[in-house]
């Protein structure tokens, strides 16, 4: 037995590394040293099998405890660690997800390990991924992810301190319109300006040129009321149209907040300078004047030529005509709803004038009754009347501003997107009239090729050529305003149920607390009326 035992290390024999201690046992690596430090960092970003290859040389000796500590702590080797590395130690494998018995794999010294060094590296969020240190720009975002991010930047706009400007039929309405962004496009987060309400017109005849052929849905302006700039022009003092002027500020007030919800429409340079720009606009051509009456009809001539210019047109997709039914469908159903609120309105403004006269004619009678506490009570009636005609005012403005003038917004922006169902009609005629002047030309080239008419060819076969680029950009532009407007419309809808979410609830809100509180007032006022004696 004491033969099979290995002999004890000589002393003072320098090893293979120049230690001073006896141990020519090349396999004796980790445990001599007095700390080991991985560096996780370094490891994980080099490949997977160098990694594994450079643990090889460095961890063959290390054991398991080592192995299992956590990158960022320092392992040290204690006096115990020493004494245990003067036993002699068994070559082992190069596994370091566990320790191997087997002795043949002891034999070389570059064995490839079973496993990669376990080394523990903390996952990035996906969000946070960036090439070479920069954040993902927006040529690598999808067109939808594009779009959401650009939403994520916020524009309010309001319109407000109208202002008369000169006298008699040469005066005009001037507004001042308020910007607040955060849009980097713009230059500064705040503007105001001053801009009259051509300037308003003009920026949509200019949108609409631009942007309907593309598939976008301009937003409509309000009309042009002659009627109600003559009173304004006529009276010597604002207060006298002071209904009108709030009505036209909160139009062109809701109108601009429109444009700009519009992720193509807020970036156009001609809407950056009609809200930033603080000088005069130039003029522009399509502002005549136009009442509210004469606006519906036109509302009634769009949806007409519409419908002419469809009848006319061999529709492929069937979305079309069923979005073109259900729109038409839909503003025959608001516009019966805007009369019906435009009645109750009136109404209102009716009962609060009635009222009012009732609370004077209380108050006169309570004046000349001799009987006292029946003077009292009514006295009181008279007060109680007069609160609730300024209920029924609130109520009534609540009604017109709220609900009616929502409905007549939306009148208008569905002749917007019939407009629009109307420019893609359009390119779809233009395009198939570039195919029947192609067939011709076509035929005529075959007819000269036919009478051998060579010196003809050249030109036929240039405006062949033309004909054929012009049937494919017509295809090209139907396709692309097609795909255009059925984004728009779904936008388009979305932005109206919100719209009418949001103005419903408030509506009806405010007609709840008006309610409340005309019953506040007759509960306190019964039980005077019946301690009458």
Not at 204 to 229: C, D, Q, Y
Not at 445 to 451: M, Q, T, W
Request: glycine residues 4%.
């Amino acid at each position: 037995m004491a033969e099979e035992r290995e002999p004890p290390p000589l002393e003072n024999e320098p090893d293979l590394f120049g230690e001073d201690d006896d141990d020519d046992d090349i396999f004796k690596s980790a445990l001599s040293q007095p700390k080991i430090e991985v560096n996780t960092e370094s490891v994980a970003q080099l490949d997977p099998e160098p990694a594994a290859e450079l643990s090889a040389h460095v961890d063959a000796e290390v054991d398991e405890n080592i192995i299992d500590a956590k990158p960022s702590e320092t392992v040290t080797v204690t006096e115990e660690s020493k004494e245990d590395s003067a036993k002699p130690v068994e070559p082992t494998t190069l596994d370091l997800s566990a320790p191997s018995n087997d002795p043949d794999d002891g034999d070389d010294l570059f064995a490839t390990p079973s496993s990669d060094l376990p080394v523990k590296k903390e996952t990035v969020p996906s969000s946070s991924l960036t090439l070479n240190g920069e954040k993902p720009s927006a040529d690598m975002l999808t067109p939808e992810e594009e779009a959401e991010a650009k939403d994520q930047f916020n524009i309010e706009i309001s319109v407000n301190n109208p202002s008369k400007v000169g006298d008699g039929m040469n005066a005009y309405m001037v507004y001042q319109v308020n910007t607040v962004t955060s849009i980097p496009a713009f230059q500064k987060s705040q503007f105001s300006v001053k801009r009259r309400f051509s300037d308003f017109l003009g920026l949509h005849e200019k949108l609409g040129h631009k942007h309907r052929v593309n598939g976008v849905i301009v937003p409509k302006p309000p009309e042009k009321s002659a009627m109600g700039m003559a009173k304004v022009k006529m009276s010597k003092e604002e207060s006298g149209s002071q209904d009108f002027i709030e009505k036209r500020r909160a139009a062109l007030e809701r109108y601009m907040n429109r444009i700009v919800a519009h992720s193509t429409l807020r970036m156009d340079p001609d809407v950056r300078d009609f809200l930033t720009m603080d000088t005069d606009l130039p003029k522009a051509s399509g502002t005549s004047a136009l009442s509210a009456a004469g606006v519906m009809r036109l509302f009634g001539k769009v949806g007409d030529a519409v419908t002419k210019l469809s009848a006319n047109m061999t529709e492929t997709d069937q979305w079309f005509d069923d979005k073109i039914q259900q729109i038409e469908n839909f503003e025959i159903q608001l516009r019966k709803l805007h009369e019906s609120s435009e009645t109750l309105v009136i109404k209102r403004h009716t009962c609060s004038q009635s009222t009012s006269s009732l609370a004077k004619a209380l108050a006169v009678v309570a004046g000349g009754d001799e009987h006292t506490n029946l003077s009292q009570v009514m006295t009181k009636l008279s007060q109680v009347e007069e609160s609730i005609q300024q209920i029924t005012e609130e109520q009534a403005d609540s009604d017109f501003f709220t609900f009616s003038e929502l409905l007549k917004d939306y009148l208008s922006q569905i002749s917007a997107v019939k407009e629009v169902f109307g420019e893609r009609i359009k390119i779809y005629k233009s395009w198939k009239d570039a195919e029947a002047a192609l067939t011709k030309k076509r035929e005529a080239k075959v007819k000269l090729e036919l009478a051998h008419k060579t010196d003809k060819l050249p030109q036929i076969q240039a405006e062949c050529k033309e004909w054929e680029e012009k049937v494919e950009k017509g295809e090209k532009d139907f396709k692309k305003i097609s795909d255009a407007l059925k984004k728009e419309v779904a936008q388009f809808d979305k932005k109206r149920c919100k719209d009418f979410k949001a103005n419903l609830v408030n509506y009806l809100e405010r007609l709840l607390n008006n309610e409340e509180q005309l019953i506040s007032h007759w509960e306190k006022f019964l039980p005077e009326a019946t301690a009458i004696a």
